[in-house]
């Protein structure tokens, strides 16, 4: 069974980049067709997609986020990554990385505080 | 900009079925949306109950089931047991993007 494990700072200030990887244990991350998401949740809001990696690379990002997001995936590594520049107070959340087998991270938290 | 809306609240009694709803502004939702469900108890990471409409994982409880309903994707569950009760979120398809609903908090009572 594939797990995902998300890691990263826990504490970032405004307007600097928020950095963050997923681990992908349990199978190859370029194994089958799936692609690769990440997906936020600010404490007691709803789920918000961020967007999505498949392992050619090719990404699609959320709209509302798109002028700010990189995802990246290391094939190497079994990782793929996220990076959300010029954060603010709004991008306090948890975040989870999840793939499309709908295999889910436990989590990250992420703060935006100075 | 899409918006994706749930029931914000449900209760269901012991035993009893009770039905989710996920309905899209732009228009009727088909099978091309893709509809996933997910479960999220508090304090845990969601899970994912049904994937492209009615699909389910092997960690599915057989009481889930997934269909379009009326325009809507829907989410029936069938022998409600304590342990249901938690927040479901659908998602929906949108050519290149996601869209999650609000979220529906399920109360089984």
């Known amino acids: 069974q594939v797990e995902l494990q998300e890691s990263g700072p826990g504490l970032v200030k405004p307007s600097q980049t928020l950095s963050l990887t997923c681990s992908v244990s349990?199978?190859?991350?370029?194994?089958?067709?799936?692609?690769w998401s990440w997906i936020r949740q600010p404490a007691g809001k709803g789920l918000e997609w961020i967007g999505r990696?498949?392992?050619?690379?090719?990404?699609n990002y959320n709209p509302s986020l798109q002028s700010r997001v990189t995802m990246s995936i290391d094939t190497s590594k079994n990782q793929f990554s996220l990076k959300l520049s010029s954060v603010t107070a709004a991008d306090t959340a948890m975040y989870y990385c999840v793939n499309s087998g709908g295999v889910w991270g436990q989590g990250t938290m992420v703060t935006v505080s100075s | 900009q899409t918006v994706v809306t749930q029931e914000p609240s449900l209760t269901v009694s012991p035993g009893g079925t009770v039905t989710l709803t996920c309905a899209s502004s732009?228009?009727?939702?088909?099978?091309?949306?893709?509809p996933n469900w997910f479960q999220q108890k508090p304090g845990q990471a969601p899970t994912t109950l049904i994937f492209s409409t009615k699909f389910k994982h092997s960690w599915t409880p057989a009481r889930f089931s997934g269909s379009l309903l009326g325009g809507k994707a829907a989410l029936t569950l069938s022998g409600g047991q304590p342990e249901d009760e938690a927040d479901y979120y659908c998602?929906?398809?949108?050519?290149?993007?996601?869209?999650f609903g609000g979220g529906t908090k399920l109360t089984v009572l």
């Open positions: 990696i498949y392992t050619s690379g090719s990404t």
């Open positions: 998602l929906l398809f949108y050519g290149g993007a996601w869209v």
């Open positions: 732009t228009g009727p939702v088909t099978s091309d949306y893709y």
């Open positions: 349990g199978g190859s991350i370029r194994s089958g067709n799936y692609y």
